[in-house]
């Protein structure tokens, strides 16, 4: 089992930035993806960002050159910078681990409004 614990969500205005963070605990395999999904009001949960092991990384195209993600130190945490925001990124996102399995999150609120 992997424990993902998640913060830094809120309340900005548009334009605005906030940074999140996802702490992994648990049997964390040495190969693996973690990444960011988001799951806005009424919609189906879609892939924000990832970065692998060796940290190549992958982009939404909505979010591409405004959401920056990074490793920690020890490769266990996960963060999502996140720049120019507008009312559309407001959603639940949600930290997700693959490596020996699937592992989520308990989701964190970030809301974008004036």
């Known amino acids: 089992q992997v424990q993902l614990v998640e913060s830094g969500g809120g309340l900005v205005q548009p334009g605005g930035s906030l940074r999140l963070s996802c702490a992994a605990s648990g049997s964390i395999a040495r190969i693996n993806v973690m990444g960011w999904y988001r799951q806005p009001p009424g919609k189906q949960r879609e892939l924000v960002a990832s970065?692998?092991?060796?940290?190549?990384?992958n982009y939404a195209a909505s979010v591409k050159g405004r959401f920056t993600i990074s490793r920690g130190d020890t490769k266990n945490s996960v963060y999502l910078q996140m720049n120019s925001l507008k009312p559309e990124d407001t959603a639940v996102y949600y930290c997700?681990?693959?490596?020996?399995?699937?592992?989520w999150g308990q989701g964190t609120q970030v809301t974008v409004s004036s």
């Open positions: 997700n681990h693959l490596g020996y399995g699937t592992f």
């Open positions: 970065i692998r092991t060796g940290d190549s990384t």
